[in-house]
């Protein structure tokens, strides 16, 4: 996907907005970043405020003038938010849809309907990474979690067996896949072709998500035997439905952003013309907006009207979806200014200095930058949007398919060992009723694994591409 954010001229052609040596520069990101983990960590203050107090710190400790800083970290929000924020509320409207008709209670039920015994676990991560294609990890979670709970207690499974395919089918499609909102402003910061990064995207997801998932439950139930907890079966949203949309209308609905993105990206490569009219056809209806802007019109009557929605009902249920995306919008126009601030202050100048000297490769490098701020912060929007940054211009001499194997690489790393300092950790525990310490046995070990094992399959795709 072509960038749509000025960073690409900022790095290229305009003048850096501070004059400091290397030295100085990397004393001022370690400032940034350590500014933002201590308000994120200690003072627990909202990710936005955060991101934009360690901007401005960025700008300060590098020797910038206070004025080019602040237009450097609006620039960088609004061309952001501009990028990708259409492409999130999007998203979000298809999810509340998706959830509010009863259509992702319709897959569940028709998919557990047909598996049992060992076929569980694998029922479980196909049914989490196809309810997480569109929708929030937290929101995918919350949705999920009553399925889990009632599968375990009704078919006397270990909570773990079932739990982990579910939270790591999820995991992977929130790191890994757009239309997710860390994965989509990577593709925005780096340059990289969103159809080509949401191929490899799978290419690496299915394969880490049988690891993370069906295979590792086996070992997280043994270290961790707990039943589901009673208390923590909530009413599902279709019980109160008279009907709800089939199950074929649902998945075709969910899945056709993915199938539109993807025969965008396939076009692009057999034809390979721009002037093409079939490529110029493909290029407009594969176009990330138009995809999911599809999706949502066609949700409107496969999923709302299916489920006996009125024309208000449906409003409203739009309406209600958009609300509680407003903090993560801001939280990544903020890490979009961050990132260009970073890029204005000359840093991904800096990296590349310093990385000509290292024996690192680009992919690693990526990693490792995604892996140490999502230690620090907890979080792996932040991660991957600081990581991006950081590293965009090691992407100007890349191929297509390795730029968006950066993009993985990052997406990868921004899911390394969640911890107590992660909200979604918080939230796995409290779900499940674990301790902190089970929780870290199981759910930290899980993330660990979908972040090592994911970077190992996007450099083995490095070999090859």
Known sequence: MTSL?????????????????????GIAVLAGIAVIVLLITVFKLHAFLALTLGSLALGAFAGAP?????????????????GVGVLIALGAILGKLLADSGGADQIVDTILARASGRAMPWAMVLIASVIGLPLFFEVGIVLLIPVVLLVAKRGNYSLMRIGIPALAGLSVMHGLIPPHPGPLVAIDAIGANLGVTLALGVVVAIPTVIIAGPLFSRYAARWVDIPAPDAMVPQRTSDDLETRPSFAATVSTVLLPVVLMLGKALVDIVVDDPENTVQRVADVVGSPLIALLA???????????????????????????????????????????????????????????????????????????????????????????????????????????????????IGAGSLFFSHVNDAGFWLVKEYFGMSVGQTLKTWSVMET?????????????????
Do not use: C, Y
Not at 66 to 82: H, M, N, W
Not at 299 to 326: M, N
Not at 449 to 465: D, T, Y
């Open 5 to 25: 954010s000025v960073e690409t001229l900022a790095a290229d052609a305009a003048e850096p907005i501070t004059s400091a040596g290397n030295a100085q520069l």
């Open 66 to 82: 206070l004025d080019k800083v602040i237009t450097s970290f609006t620039a960088g929000l609004g061309s952001t938010v501009a």
């Open 295 to 409: 999706a949502v019109l066609v949700g409107v009557f496969t999923l709302g009207r299916a489920a006996g929605f009125t024309k208000g009902r449906i409003s409203s249920t739009v309406e209600k979806s958009l609300a509680p995306i407003a903090g993560v919008l801001m939280i990544v126009g903020a890490g979009g200014g961050f990132k260009q601030t970073l890029i204005d202050s000359g840093v991904g100048q800096m990296v590349l200095d310093i990385s000509k000297d290292w024996s690192i490769p680009a992919l690693l490098l990526a990693w490792l930058i995604a892996v140490a701020i999502r230690l620090a912060t907890g979080s792996a929007t932040v991660a991957t949007i600081s990581a991006a940054g950081l590293v965009a211009p090691l992407a100007a001499d890349m191929s297509t398919a390795h730029a968006a194997l950066l993009v993985l690489a």
């Open 449 to 465: 694994i979908i972040s090592v094992v994911g970077l190992g399959f996007v450099l083995l795709l490095s070999l090859v591409l």
